[in-house]
Nanobody
Framework: QVQLVESGGGSVQAGGSLRLSCAASGFTYSRYTHRRNCMGWFRQAPGKEREGVATAVSDGSALYADSVKGRFTISKDNAKNTLYLQMNELKPEDTAMYYC???????????????????WGQGTQVTVSS
């Protein structure tokens, strides 16, 4: 059973940094090295649609939303089965619930479209004050 558990959210002032973690279980990155193994971070603010923040595949390719380029970095630790999102220069508009997601299809696309991801964590709240 695939499980994704996020952590690392919190409240920070604008300009601060946070690092989100997503611990994955029920599958291992090494077992799926022949797959694209798509993982990603998404966020949803109250009253807004869920949006893609950053996604990555096992070959190292990554995709970022324009709003976070240059400020956020997605990375994986295969040995720990953990996905990270380093968030720097945070802005009040980054305030949202952040979700980790996985798409384990062999040919999963590198995309920010949340509809492509079948497995989701419960989310971790990020609040940025001005």
């Amino acid at each position: 059973q695939v499980q994704l558990v996020e952590s690392g959210g919190g409240s920070v002032q604008a300009g601060g940094s946070l690092r989100l973690s997503c611990a994955a279980s029920g599958f291992t990155y090494s077992r799926y090295t022949h797959r694209r193994n798509c993982m990603g971070w998404f966020r949803q603010a109250p009253g807004k649609e869920r949006e893609g923040v950053a996604t990555a595949v096992s070959d190292g390719s990554a995709l970022y939303a324009d709003s976070v380029k240059g400020r956020f970095t997605i990375s994986k630790d295969n040995a720990k089965n953990t996905l990270y999102l380093q968030m720097n220069e945070l802005k009040p508009e980054d305030t949202a619930m952040y979700y980790c997601a996985a798409d384990l299809r062999a040919t999963c696309p590198l995309t920010l479209a949340y509809t492509e991801f079948a497995f989701w964590g419960q989310g971790t709240q990020v609040t940025v004050s001005s």
